[in-house]
């Protein structure tokens, strides 16, 4: 229900601004997903995930965020941003 709510969003922010795409992110717990939200016609609009992270629950844990994997997946996100 959450992801249907940010969906919406995007799409009324993509409306109001007259916007060509929108990025949202939604975090629950240790997890941020990304996604990206694109008029592709007149009235037709995509929301697709573009990335899933997993964020660290303690500083001993901290290493696993910044694997090879990771970093390509945060600079895709730039990249879309």
Do not use: C, W
């Amino acid at each position: 229900m959450d992801t249907l709510r940010l969906s919406i969003f995007d799409k009324n922010t993509i409306d109001v601004n007259k916007l060509d795409a929108a990025l949202a992110f939604q975090i629950h717990g240790f997890n941020i997903t990304f996604y990206l939200t694109r008029l592709t016609a007149k009235g037709i609009y995509t929301f697709v995930e573009i990335a899933h992270l997993r964020f660290p629950q303690s500083i001993e844990d901290l290493p696993s965020l910044l694997t090879l994997l990771n970093i390509k997946k945060l600079l895709g996100i730039n990249d879309v941003f």
